[in-house]
């Protein structure tokens, strides 16, 4: 069985930095690229982030500048620096494992719970 466990939310003023982890755990070959999500009150769930398992970042508009993915692949962990927050980065903040590929030979995206970032103003 595999886990995604994201940490490190919290509540911090405008223009503070908090910096995400999740970490994928189990019986795990390989896993594909990783991202991080956010769903603010009310809103739909975007796509913030992501990373190839070869270590390169994309970024959505808002966030270029200012977060910056990276992984550990010897970890199966994933990272998310987030520099300069605003009120409106204010969300609940998910990890995805993709195309993880287990003893079973499934491969099958792994998704966290969430945690909560909270930015002042």
């Known amino acids: 069985q595999v886990q995604v466990a994201e940490s490190g939310g919290g509540l911090v003023q405008a223009g503070e930095s908090l910096r995400l982890s999740c970490a994928a755990s189990?019986?795990?070959?390989?896993?594909?690229?990783m991202a991080w999500y956010r769903q603010a009150p009310g809103k739909q769930r975007e796509l913030v982030a992501t990373?190839?398992?070869?270590?390169?970042?994309n970024y959505v508009d808002s966030v270029k500048g200012r977060f910056t993915i990276s992984r550990d692949n010897a970890k199966n962990t994933v990272y998310l620096q987030m520099n300069s927050l605003k009120p409106e980065d204010t969300a609940v903040y998910y990890c995805m494992a993709a195309n993880v590929l287990t003893p079973t030979s499934h491969v099958v995206d792994y998704w966290g719970k969430g945690t909560l970032v909270t930015v002042s103003s």
């Open positions: 990373i190839t398992s070869g270590g390169s970042p």
């Open positions: 189990g019986r795990i070959f390989r896993i594909g690229a």
